[in-house]
């Protein structure tokens, strides 16, 4: 056999050497199938594996911000706490301060057993009064009824009412003033105080605990927003014109009240200044005034200069005039007739 012959019958051998029977086709299909589902089992564990861990970690986040709104929900109560704390102890400040519980309290000591002497206020607990522990206490004055009316002024005299009775008595603390403010309120105006604390408390906002806080509530509800901006546009038209300087003044002191106005010294007196009559404006021009006092002095003066004035001219010119009435009143129109016709 030549050289040629050898290698066809080796490249037959080698080609059928690479055909495989079916029987091992169907083990390597299936060698390979145990293969997938071995990966395939692997895989659906890993996933499986990866789902718990996300679900540990959702438990683990949950249970953190549970945690977390327990804890702001604890600092909110010490908070609450504190101020609490806080507000008896400035009104046992003030109780300490008060010379006539001190005195009250030394004779009810002091006196003896059964026996009360004339102001004896019986002491509660923590030492005070009985009638402060409720922080109302009995006042030494009347607090003015309110009743909600839609007359504007209503409210605003009885905010200066109560702004009065407060400077009077600095040292009550901001709890106590709401309470004594709300306890005369009456009708509509008892209605909507009641509903506003309870809304405030059922939504979980902040209570109203200053007096300020009080009165801007009720100027929101009970003064108009059209109200203040025709008491600023009144208060920048306003002029004299035939008011006294005392009515000019008293009414644009009243407007800035009820508007609120708030401004420097300076603006105050340019404002009363402007609005003057020219004749009484140039008068007051010459004077050196520092405070409002002194300008409002110095208004009237010339108010009173310029009567006087008009006084004087008047009489000047009454009594250069002739006319026939006075001539006939004095008799002197008949003696002449009588003198002319008698000739």
């Not at 006196?111 to 009638?131: E, I, K, M, Y």
């Not at 508007?259 to 200044?273: A, D, I, K, N, P």
């Amino acid at each position: 056999m030549s050289a040629s012959d050898n290698k066809i019958v080796n490249q037959e051998n080698k080609n059928s050497a690479d055909i495989i029977t079916w029987r091992e086709y169907e083990a390597l299909r299936n060698e390979m199938r145990r293969e997938f589902r071995t990966n395939d089992d692997e895989l659906k564990s890993t996933v499986d594996e990866i789902k718990q861990t996300l679900d540990a970690t959702n438990v683990t986040v949950t249970g953190l911000s549970d945690q977390m709104t327990d804890i702001q929900r604890n600092i909110a109560d010490m908070r609450l706490a504190i101020e609490n704390l806080t507000v008896l102890q400035q009104q046992q400040q003030e109780d300490d301060d008060d010379p006539e519980l001190e005195d009250d309290a030394h004779n009810a000591r002091g006196a003896p057993r059964g026996h009360r002497p004339r102001g004896w206020v019986p002491l509660g607990r923590n030492g005070r009064g009985q009638d402060e522990e409720d922080g109302l206490g009995k006042p030494k004055f009347s607090i003015p009824k309110f009743e909600g009316g839609a007359d504007v002024e209503e409210y605003l005299t009885w905010e200066l009412k109560i702004e009065k009775l407060w400077s009077l008595h600095p040292h009550y603390s901001e709890d106590r003033k709401i309470k004594l403010a709300s306890s005369e309120f009456d009708g509509y105006a008892l209605r909507w105080w009641d509903s506003l604390v309870r809304n405030l408390d059922e939504d979980g906002a902040q209570p109203i605990r200053t007096w300020r806080a009080m009165k801007e509530a009720m100027t929101s509800r009970f003064v108009p927003t059209n109200y203040m901006r025709n008491i600023f546009d009144k208060l920048t038209l306003l002029r004299q014109g035939v008011k006294t300087v005392d009515e000019y003044y008293m009414e644009m002191e009243m407007l800035m009240q009820r508007g609120r106005v708030r401004e420097s010294l300076e603006m105050t007196m340019q404002r009363f200044l402007n609005g003057l009559k020219y004749d009484v404006k140039g008068i007051v021009r010459h004077y050196t005034y520092t405070n409002m006092n002194q300008l409002l002095h110095h208004a009237r003066e010339a108010e009173s200069q310029l009567a006087e004035e008009a006084k004087v001219k008047g009489r000047a010119t009454g009594a250069g005039r002739f006319t026939p009435r006075s001539f006939y009143s004095a008799g002197a129109f008949d003696a002449l007739h009588s003198l002319l016709y008698s000739a």
